[in-house]
Structure formats: C-alpha cells, structure tokens
C-alpha cells in the first residue's frame, strides 16, 4: 500500500516516487551523520578500537565477536576504520564543497553581471578547467599542496569550482535584464548591493541541489585519491585508500577487507545522489 500524505486541503495522496526517493536520502545522509557525530563516543565507551593503531590485532582475522568485520593486513580493525571513514568522508567532502562554492558562486555572479572581458575571462578559465577529468585535477593538486584532510579538501575543490560558476553565472546573466535588477540599479543601488541582495538570492535554490550532488561525486574522487595514496596518510582511515590495501587480499578469500568499506562507501554515494536528485525537483517541480 502506498504511503499517504495530507494535502494543503486535507485530501490524502500517495507519496510520489520523487518524495520516496528524497525520504531515502535524507535518511541514509542522516545516519551517515550521526554515525560520524558519535564515532568519537562510541571509542571513548570501548565499542570500538582506535581505528589508527594497531593494538595488537591479529593480521586478516574474519568476522568475529570480537571485530566484526574482521581485521585487515596491517592489523587493523575494519569496523572501526568503516565507522571512522564516514567521518573523514564528510570531514573532506564537506570543506571541499564549501571552498567550491564560496570561490564558485562569487565568481559567477561577477561574471554573469559585469559581462565584458571580466567575463570573458574568467569564462574561458572555468571551461578550460571544467574540461579536465575531476579526478586528473584532484591527483594533480594534491602532488602540489600533499595529504592531509584539509589539503584533499583543496585538491577536490578544483574540479568542482567551474561547476558553481557556470550555474550561478548562467542564473546570473538571465536575470541581470529583468526589471526588478533595472529598478534598483535607477534608484542608485551598487553593485555589491544588487549582486547580495537582488540576484544571489535568486539563484540561491540552485545550489543545494548542484551541492549535494558535487557532494556524492566527491566521495568517489576522495575513494580515487585514497587508492593512488595521495589523499589522506595511512594511519587516518579512509575507504580508498582501505579498498587499495585489500585488493591482494580478495585473490586468497579475504573479503572482509573490501566489503564493508565498499558498501560503506557506495550506500553514501547512493544517499547523497538520492537526495540531490529529490532536491532537484523539490526546487523545480515540473521541468521533466
């Protein structure tokens, strides 16, 4: 049976599959979050091990009451470097959205408003930059600035800058002509002003939607940096770089090492794209 909502009159209707879809997202990102929240609680209670020391575990343990995802090749716990890899995720994704579009945003409402060789310019950077593979532009970044969560937030923010800069920009330069921008701009409002208060509020329902998809596809960049070891260093626990040092072990049966890290990291993946995608028709119904 259909789950069933009230309507702005009272009548009951089934839940669409886009708001399905979005609940689902919501409460996969969730839990994500508080996992990530309280992962330092559940250490500090002895639920789990210190997911960057050894402490003496057994090498390549199964599943077992004692670990229960077993253990990997250098000795560690999987469950605790699974549990803290949601934390270093987020940590990482969520500075390198932020930095994307706190550079992006300002830039595209500058370009698409002053127009000219400003933007022109800056223009022909962001597509130049926008052309190359994200991960090309994250692994070239992180040779220059190193490992470390703030660094990789760096390196990831590269590839997703032009991404906010052409949709704000585009917004931009569609409302620069409409009459509200052409009244303040007679009454003697600035520049500054008409940028803040006129046209970024209206492109602002476009961003939630462009971050949490950036958001998805940036924990699959981070999973790429970790794997050529260049993202974060070993000791901190991050799903690619915990998915590289299992591939020896999947020849022999060891399964465990890959397993629970790889669904980890796709369940997020899935969530985040879930929500983007049910943000996306949230804030424009209609255009499918």
């Known amino acids: 049976m259909a789950p069933l909502r009230l309507g702005k009159t009272g009548d009951r209707r089934p839940l669409s599959m886009n708001e399905i879809l979005l609940f689902i997202g919501v409460g996969i990102t969730l839990v994500y979050i508080l996992v990530a929240l309280f992962a330092p609680l559940f250490q500090a209670w002895g639920w789990v091990a210190n997911p960057e020391e050894f402490l003496d575990f057994p090498i390549h343990a199964p599943p077992s009451p004692q670990h229960w995802f077993g253990t990997n090749r250098q000795g560690y716990d999987v469950f605790s470097r699974t549990l803290f890899g949601s934390q270093v995720a987020l940590q990482v994704v969520i500075l390198a959205t932020l930095f994307s579009l706190v550079i992006g945003v300002p830039l595209g409402l500058i370009s698409g408003y002053l127009g000219g060789r400003t933007d022109k310019s800056l223009l022909f950077l962001m597509d130049t930059i926008y052309t190359l593979p994200g991960l090309l532009l994250a692994v070239t970044v992180a040779f220059v600035v190193g490992k470390g969560v703030v660094n990789a937030a ?4 590269v590839a997703y800058i032009p991404q906010y800069y052409r949709v704000v920009r585009n917004h931009t330069v569609s409302l620069k002509t409409e009459v509200f921008i052409e009244a303040a701009r007679a009454m003697g409002a600035s520049t500054p002003r008409i940028l803040s208060r ?40 991050e799903w690619g770089y915990d998915l590289r040092q299992a591939l020896d072990g999947l020849s022999v049966g060891i399964w465990w090492t890959t397993l629970f890290p790889g669904l980890a990291m796709t369940l997020l993946v899935v969530g985040l794209s879930l929500l983007g995608e049910g943000l996306g028709e949230w804030f424009n119904p209609g255009q499918d």
């Open 154 to 157: 760096i390196a990831l923010s």
């Open 198 to 237: 006129y046209l970024f509020v209206n492109v602002l329902p476009s961003i939630p939607v462009l971050f949490t998809l950036n958001a998805a596809d940036a924990i699959l960049t981070l999973a790429g940096l970790g794997f050529l070891g260049l993202g974060l260093p070993p000791e901190v626990p």
